[in-house]
């Protein structure tokens, strides 16, 4: 019983954690805020957009291979939202046909 106190313990004084019969070594360091990610991941569905804010039509229907439209408008949508662009593109559905449109 002893043992079993002994084995999990925890000595922040000398930064030491005991798991079983091995140790760890860490330390604590207050911080004031947490770093930002070191990398941003792209939406596999921002090409679409991209290509749409460039080109020179103002409404157009998407189609993503096995994909339904409304799981792509979903993910457009939030993506537009992220990108503040709610007053200049708009994504519907209509009869399971994803849209695309300029405002």
């Known amino acids: 019983m002893l043992w079993n106190a ?7 004084n000398k ?3 005991g798991i079983g019969m091995s140790e760890i070594r860490f330390k604590l360091k207050p911080v004031a805020k947490k770093s930002k990610r070191g990398f941003k991941r792209r939406s596999k569905y921002a090409p679409i957009l991209d ?14 291979e096995n994909r339904s439209g409304t799981s792509i408008r979903t993910q ?4 537009i939202e992220k990108r503040g662009l709610e007053d200049r593109v708009k994504a ?5 046909a994803l849209y ?4």
């Not at 290509?51 to 993503?64: M, S």
């Not at 457009?76 to 993506?79: G, V």
């Not at 519907?92 to 399971?96: N, T, Y």
């Open 6 to 12: 002994l084995v999990n313990f925890i000595c922040f």
């Open 15 to 17: 930064i030491l954690l």
């Open 51 to 64: 290509r749409f804010i460039e080109g020179e039509h103002d409404l157009v229907r998407v189609e993503v």
């Open 76 to 79: 457009l949508i939030k993506l």
């Open 92 to 96: 519907s559905v209509a009869d399971g």
């Open 100 to 103: 695309l449109e300029k405002v």
